[in-house]
């Protein structure tokens, strides 16, 4: 089955809560409601007794993860990250694999926005997170791992990006252009995107 291959949404699409993924085909089986991904050490993004200077400034999507972490993620090599901005002081950082995806033909990516915690993107994570469709996650100040596919207020088909609010800033993680089993198994390409925004949010210090 193929994961997205769209570009990826702006976090004020959480608010639909209900996003469906291209996908290549249908999938089946069982809601992943049941599932439970391995959470983050409670300590990575929560232990910052020390709160930024007002001058301190953030850098770019791009430094929040580098190649040989990314690498490990995926289990394979991938090119640098390229950066772009994407709106007003927001950026977003691709990661892309050097070899294609079996399932899609096209390298997987893994990308990670990096932006200002604006009033609409606050309130877009909460309502993301009074859904049961979605999983809360113990990052940073507030997280939420997206269901992409199934979402019914209460359960979900399967998984999507994960987006966490730190501080002033939000940043959000997607793994696109993959599909499994032939890439990933279903639950390792979610587990991946978890570890993925659990280092970005070690990346910001």
Known sequence: MGH???PRRRLA?????AVVLVLATACGGDDADSESFDQPDSTSGDDRSDEPDDGEEVGGACDLLDTDGVEALL??????GVEEEIGED???CTFSTEEDSVAVGEPITLQIELGP?????????DEA???DSNQPLDLGDRSVLVCGLGADGTSCDAYDNVAVAVDDVYLEVD???WGYPDDFDEDEGV???????EQAVDGLG
């Open 13 to 17: 699409a959480l608010a639909a809560l």
């Open 129 to 131: 997170l009074a859904s």
């Open 4 to 6: 997205s291959t769209a």
């Open 191 to 197: 587990q991946i995107t978890v570890d993925a925004a």
């Open 75 to 80: 289990g394979q090599a991938v090119e640098d």
């Open 117 to 125: 915690l604006t009033d609409e993107v606050s309130a877009d994570i």
């Open 175 to 177: 793994l696109g252009n």
């Open 90 to 92: 927001a950026t977003e």
